[in-house]
């Protein structure tokens, strides 16, 4: 009986380690409690009603030990409108873009739950669904956010959640770094030789930036560094570039917001986990905050 009750306490601790072990710091449920708000950063889609399925990124992060905003997060997630009013008995479809029909998404779309929540509760993954409205524009858009919708969101993959350590001995990156997402999620997105993706620049050491960009790659302008046969054949270019949160380097930039990558930009990216590189356009900039608590614009 003891020694059961002590192979449950060693599997409690490995499973409570094993939750905790992804990430440097702690993170007990119920904490960093507070407003947290998401950019919405929409997949392709062919429906333009319904749930919509996208990219949220955390709006807006912040460095600080003490801060309940210390994690940039990128999670893939589904939208879901809920009806607003006595008089609405259906849900009204989110107006907001729908790519590729609405080839840019030009403005910023957020969702804030207006109430507090726990951060580590998402993180830990026994919090996958918070209600909230949605705006056209934030707080930190030129014009004052507008409510457009109320709606469900639904966490369905953490696809990059990172602990800022606000520490000054954090060395910065010495060339440019973003981390992209795909905007076609769907099967047949695989074999598509014209991409669209979101890049998220990856946010490391203070005092940094929160920049969201909309590029394409014609994925036939790749090409690999070394000579790796077996990595530079187009479907594996494609399965590299199409695999989420997955590291960009720009190495003739250093990694300052002067430098970060605007329209009508074509630059070359190199993905840091192996030899492929391809020229980056760049559509459009969605979102750009200067760090290290992010609330001023670049
Ligand atoms: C939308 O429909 C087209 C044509 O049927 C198809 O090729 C494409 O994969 C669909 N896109 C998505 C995101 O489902
Ligand atoms: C979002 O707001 C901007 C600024 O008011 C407006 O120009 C734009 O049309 C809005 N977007 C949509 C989809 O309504
Ligand atoms: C933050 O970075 C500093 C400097 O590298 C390191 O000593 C410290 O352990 C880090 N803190 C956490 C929580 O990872």
């Given at each position: 009986m003891i020694l059961q009750n002590i192979f449950v306490l060693v599997i409690i601790a490995i499973s409570t380690l094993r939750a905790d072990a992804q990430y440097p710091v702690p993170i007990p449920?119920?904490?960093?409690?507070a407003v947290h708000g998401w950019l919405i950063l929409p997949w392709n889609t062919?429906?333009?009603?319904?749930p919509i399925q996208a990219w949220f990124s955390h709006h807006v992060p912040e460095f600080g030990a003490?801060?309940?905003?210390n994690f940039q997060i990128v999670l893939n997630g589904l939208l879901t409108p809920l009806s607003c009013f006595n008089t609405e008995p259906i849900a009204q479809p989110i107006p907001m873009p729908y790519p590729p029909r609405d080839p840019l998404i030009q403005y910023e779309y957020t969702i804030t739950p207006p109430p507090e929540f726990s951060l580590n509760d998402l993180l830990l993954q026994t919090l996958t669904e918070l209600k909230g409205s949605i705006y056209n524009?934030?707080?930190?858009?030129?014009?004052e956010r507008i409510p457009i919708a109320l709606g469900t969101l639904t966490v369905r993959e953490l696809t990059t959640a990172v602990y800022l350590n606000e520490?000054?001995?954090?060395p910065s990156y010495p060339d440019l770094r973003y981390l992209s997402y795909p905007r076609d999620m769907s099967s047949s997105g695989d074999t598509k030789p014209f991409q669209h993706m979101y890049f998220a620049h990856e946010i490391h050491s203070v005092p940094d930036f929160d920049h969201i960009i909309h590029v394409s790659i014609d994925t036939t302008q790749c090409h690999c560094e070394k000579s790796s046969p077996l990595l530079c054949n187009s479907k594996k270019i494609l399965q590299q570039i199409r695999t989420p949160g997955v590291e960009w380097s720009?190495?003739?930039?250093?990694?300052?917001f002067q430098n970060r990558l605007l329209p009508p930009t074509v630059i070359k990216g190199r993905i840091t986990s192996g030899p492929v590189l391809c020229p980056i356009t760049v559509l459009e900039s969605i979102h750009c905050m200067i760090g290290p608590d992010f609330n001023h614009k670049c």
């Open positions: 449920p119920g904490g960093r409690m062919n429906a333009t009603e319904g003490d801060s309940p905003h524009g934030s707080f930190d858009t030129p014009y520490s000054t001995s954090v720009f190495p003739t930039l250093t990694n300052d």
